[in-house]
T-cell receptor, first 115, second 115 residues
């Protein structure tokens, strides 16, 4: 298996633009997680899905952020409009189980820079 | 909210030495803990986990110790190798609570191994 796949790996955009991050989880994993990593706040959970359904989005910073999972093999995290403070590395992870670190695999991340 | 934090942001050791990375947590309800390794440009990678009904768990060259009395977690790496150089994060989960599955991560410790 190729692991969790994220695209793009790097994104540079200007403030106000829409940004869409993409994730393909590991096949057979029922849980998908979106995290954000910054130097100031560390690694934070934004939202997670179970069987394509959003379960907890309490970590989503504000209405500018939205996430979807139209099917078991694809998820998007969208920021509209983007702001410089959104600059971070965004990780997608998938897991067979909830509450099991051993089965949760992280993707390589998307490094976002908003100018 | 409560959070997990690390005492030491950096640790430098010689190859072959044993390394100890510490983590303090504040949520007394947390009952599941995980250590992750993150290499530059990659997502976090699971190392070892421990549940609150245990004090110690061993893996290959790694040992995690949990002291619930003082809310302290440590990761011991035996015979540290240059390939162990990375940022190490602890994470906690409250498996019995409403935040189940929502990992809270510490800030991370940078481990540098000198040949």
């Amino acid at each position: 298996d190729a692991g969790v796949i994220q695209s793009p790996r790097h994104e540079v955009t200007e403030m106000g633009q829409e940004v869409t991050l993409r994730c393909k989880p590991i096949s057979g994993h029922d849980y998908l997680f979106w995290y954000r990593q910054t130097m100031m706040r560390g690694l934070e959970l934004l939202i997670y899905f179970n069987n394509n359904v959003p379960i907890d989005d309490s970590g989503m910073p504000e209405d500018r952020f939205s996430a979807k999972m139209p099917n078991a093999s694809f998820s998007t995290l969208k920021i509209q409009p983007s702001e410089p403070r959104d600059s971070a590395v965004y990780f997608c992870a998938s897991s067979i189980l909830l509450g099991s670190g051993e089965t949760q695999y992280f993707g390589p991340g998307t490094r976002l820079l908003v100018l | 909210g409560e959070s997990v934090g690390l005492h030491l942001p950096t640790l430098s050791v010689q190859e072959g030495d044993n390394s100890i990375i510490n983590c303090a947590y504040s949520n007394s309800a947390s009952d599941y803990f995980i250590w992750y390794k993150q290499e530059s440009g990659k997502g976090p990678q699971f190392i070892i986990d421990i549940r609150s009904n245990m004090d110690k768990r061993q893996g290959q060259r790694v040992t995690v110790l949990l002291n619930k009395t003082v809310k302290h977690l440590s990761l011991q790496i035996a015979a540290t190798q240059p390939g162990d150089s990375a940022v190490y994060f602890c994470a906690e989960d409250d498996a019995g609570g409403t935040s189940y599955g929502k990992l809270t991560f510490g800030q991370g410790t940078i481990l540098t191994v000198h040949p």
